[in-house]
């Protein structure tokens, strides 16, 4: 059985996994690779070296600008206006309905180029939906939206020529190696074979593959084939490069590293990346830009420290035996009260300055957190929510062991 992420990537050529792998893995290997078969088979779908089937599309390999936005250096708004970027996405009423659901549900973006822009939101927010839409897989409801100048309805296959992606669920190959993976995308986008070589060569270093990328994909770990899966999003030079959880179901130091690849790739290849999350340490240290999603809506979209500013304050969280409030909500230093028992949060401007004094009025305490705000806390303050905590729809731990076991 095909996992949902090879499923998903195959139908972006609307070519099916049995026919286009399974069927012919002997030619393919014989045709790409010089690897002898025993028993070699006709082939019932020919992966030629040319465009001439239809399906392979033309790669883009024209240069762009170097871009601005890199993440946490300077003034992010200043270098966008110095440096005239315009919108490479933008939605207008982009809307998704699946019978009564409405997945996604009238979103407004205007995306620039040489952003890093971040979808975050929980379980079933409407990110991958969203995604789906931009990459052309799924059609909208209602509404529109442009990806790099082209209508994702009527001039699809121009969309497809100007993005990478890189799919919730595992989507390579995993009984090929890292580099016939990379040969098959290659075949697929029709990259030209004079510059291939050069082309593998490139993304593999990029995210350190290149002493494995003869390996079988099966014997791969996870984060290794989640940077073989970023590797093959880059190889056509896409301008926009989609990554939907692109560190789903790591440990967090092979997210941490996967974080230090994404940097890198934008970088060194200039992409506009948008990618989906909902960990929010991953929306704060990667992203330019972050909308908040949840229900299928936007509630918030701004840069991760402008959000933050939203709150007002800091937080402090104090466990308190009888808490005595009244006096504390008369301070004009704090903006927001919560109370669940004896836990008692407060957002607080100025909180070194203020601590003192609100320790010496809330009565008996037991312990005191002090943080600045996350991201969270905006996902809060918006929708009387946390962001994280699965929801009853299977969860996060179900994707992740979906995810990890190839979908099947
Ligand atoms: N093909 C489909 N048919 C019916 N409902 C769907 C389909 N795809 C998604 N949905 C529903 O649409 C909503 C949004 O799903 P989506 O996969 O976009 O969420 P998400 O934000 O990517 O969540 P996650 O973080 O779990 O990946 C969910 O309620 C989901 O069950
Ligand atoms: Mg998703």
Same mark, same amino acid.
Request: aromatic letters at 6%.
């Given at each position: 059985?095909?996992?949902?992420?090879?499923?998903?990537?195959?139908?972006?050529?609307?070519?099916? &996994?049995?026919?286009?792998?399974?069927?012919?893995?002997?030619?393919?290997?014989?045709?790409?690779?010089?690897?002898?078969?025993?028993?070699?088979?006709?082939?019932?779908?020919?992966?030629?070296?040319?465009?001439?089937?239809?399906?392979?599309?033309?790669?883009?390999?024209?240069?762009?600008?170097? +871009?601005?936005? %890199?993440?946490?250096?300077?003034?992010?708004?200043?270098?966008?206006?110095?440096?005239?970027?315009?919108?490479?996405?933008?939605?207008?009423?982009?809307?998704?309905?699946?019978?009564?659901?409405?997945?996604?549900?009238?979103?407004?973006?205007?995306?620039?180029?040489?952003? !890093?822009?971040?979808?975050?939101?929980?379980?079933?927010?409407?990110?991958?939906?969203?995604? +789906?839409? #931009?990459?052309?897989?799924?059609?909208?409801?209602?509404? =529109? @939206?442009?990806?790099?100048?082209?209508?994702? #309805?009527?001039?699809?296959?121009?969309?497809?020529?100007?993005?990478?992606?890189?799919?919730?669920?595992? %989507? %390579?190959?995993?009984?090929?190696?890292?580099?016939?993976?990379?040969?098959?995308?290659?075949?697929?986008?029709?990259?030209?074979?004079?510059?291939?070589?050069?082309?593998?060569? $490139?993304?593999?270093?990029?995210?350190d593959l290149e002493d494995r990328a003869d390996g079988q994909v099966k014997k791969y770990?996870?984060?290794?084939?989640?940077?073989?899966?970023? @590797?093959?999003?880059?190889?056509?030079?896409?301008?926009?490069?989609?990554?939907?959880?692109?560190?789903?179901?790591?440990?967090?130091?092979?997210?941490?590293?996967?974080?230090?690849?994404?940097?890198? #790739?934008?970088?060194?290849?200039?992409?506009?990346?948008?990618?989906?999350?909902?960990?929010? $340490?991953?929306?704060?240290?990667?992203?330019?830009?972050?909308?908040?999603?949840?229900?299928?809506?936007?509630?918030?979209?701004?840069?991760?420290?402008?959000?933050?500013?939203?709150?007002?304050?800091?937080?402090? &969280?104090?466990?308190?035996q009888n808490p005595q409030l009244g006096r504390i909500k008369e301070l004009g230093y704090?903006?927001? =009260?919560?109370?669940?028992?004896?836990?008692v949060t407060l957002t607080v401007k100025d909180s070194g300055v203020h601590l003192q004094?609100?320790?010496?009025?809330?009565?008996? !305490?037991?312990?005191?957190?002090?943080?600045?705000?996350?991201?969270?806390?905006?996902?809060?303050?918006?929708?009387?929510?946390?962001?994280?905590?699965?929801?009853?729809?299977?969860?996060?731990?179900?994707?992740?062991?979906?995810?990890?076991?190839?979908?099947?």
């Amino acid at each position: 059985m095909q996992s949902d992420g090879i499923a998903r990537y195959m139908s972006l050529w609307n070519v099916s &996994r049995t026919s286009a792998h399974l069927s012919n893995v002997t030619s393919f290997q014989q045709q790409t690779c010089g690897i002898p078969s025993k028993s070699p088979r006709t082939p019932q779908w020919h992966l030629a070296d040319s465009s001439d089937h239809g399906l392979i599309l033309p790669v883009c390999l024209k240069e762009r600008l170097r +871009s601005p936005g %890199s993440c946490g250096s300077g003034d992010y708004w200043q270098e966008l206006a110095m440096n005239d970027t315009r919108p490479i996405i933008e939605t207008l009423g982009l809307t998704k309905r699946f019978g009564e659901l409405r997945a996604v549900d009238h979103i407004d973006l205007s995306i620039r180029e040489g952003e !890093v822009f971040g979808l975050l939101g929980p379980n079933g927010a409407g990110k991958t939906t969203t995604l +789906s839409m #931009l990459a052309t897989l799924l059609k909208p409801t209602e509404g =529109t @939206a442009k990806v790099d100048g082209h209508d994702v #309805l009527t001039e699809a296959a121009a969309v497809r020529k100007s993005i990478g992606i890189v799919f919730q669920e595992p %989507s %390579s190959d995993d009984i090929l190696t890292g580099r016939e993976n990379l040969y098959l995308h290659a075949l697929m986008y029709g990259v030209d074979r004079r510059i291939r070589e050069q082309r593998f060569r $490139e993304v593999l270093k990029l995210v350190d593959l290149e002493d494995r990328a003869d390996g079988q994909v099966k014997k791969y770990s996870g984060g290794m084939r989640r940077r073989l899966e970023l @590797a093959r999003g880059l190889l056509h030079k896409p301008k926009i490069l989609f990554l939907d959880e692109p560190t789903l179901g790591l440990d967090p130091q092979t997210r941490e590293h996967i974080w230090q690849y994404i940097r890198r #790739l934008v970088d060194l290849e200039h992409v506009t990346v948008i990618l989906t999350t909902h960990y929010m $340490e991953e929306a704060e240290r990667l992203c330019d830009r972050v909308a908040i999603i949840d229900d299928g809506r936007i509630i918030a979209l701004d840069t991760p420290e402008r959000l933050k500013h939203i709150i007002g304050g800091d937080i402090i &969280r104090l466990r308190i035996q009888n808490p005595q409030l009244g006096r504390i909500k008369e301070l004009g230093y704090v903006v927001k =009260t919560d109370q669940a028992g004896d836990l008692v949060t407060l957002t607080v401007k100025d909180s070194g300055v203020h601590l003192q004094e609100i320790l010496s009025l809330v009565g008996d !305490v037991k312990s005191v957190e002090l943080r600045t705000p996350t991201l969270n806390d905006v996902f809060l303050h918006f929708t009387g929510h946390e962001i994280r905590g699965d929801n009853a729809e299977g969860g996060f731990f179900q994707r992740v062991a979906r995810a990890r076991s190839g979908g099947n």
